[in-house]
Nanobody
Framework: VQLQASGGGLVQPGGSLRLSCSASGFPLEDYHVAWFRRAPGKEREGVSCLSGSDDSAYYADFVGGRFTISRDNAKNTVFLQMNSLKPDDTAVYYC?????WGQGTQVTVSS
């Protein structure tokens, strides 16, 4: 069983990135999938969650409509589309599901 987050990188303020959370060994479609992030010197915080029962999506208040979480069952992958990125979004982003966590992917928003 493995979860892998990818898609991070360096982007200018106002730019976009799409993070991917790919699973092997279990079907993501049957489970809640959550994205968290940890910025330097800060506590880990929840970003978004996609329900495994009805695909309801939940977002932290700071997202403010800029991010979209979605699922591609054929690829066994959950995506986090992040638009209008701000320097405050700089962090390592992690995905978790069914009690498993993947290695994070670094997102850096800087000019």
């Amino acid at each position: 069983v493995q979860l892998q987050a990818s898609g991070g990188g360096l982007v200018q303020p106002g730019g976009s990135l799409r993070l991917s959370c790919s699973a092997s060994g279990f079907p993501l479609e049957d489970y809640h999938v959550a994205w968290f992030r940890r910025a330097p010197g800060k506590e880990r915080e929840g970003v978004s969650c996609l329900s495994g029962s009805d695909d309801s999506a939940y977002y932290a208040d700071f997202v403010g409509g800029r991010f979209t979480i979605s699922r591609d069952n054929a690829k066994n992958t959950v995506f986090l589309q992040m638009n209008s990125l701000k320097p405050d979004d700089t962090a390592v982003y992690y995905c978790g599901s069914a009690g498993y966590w993947g290695q994070g992917t670094q997102v850096t928003v800087s000019s």
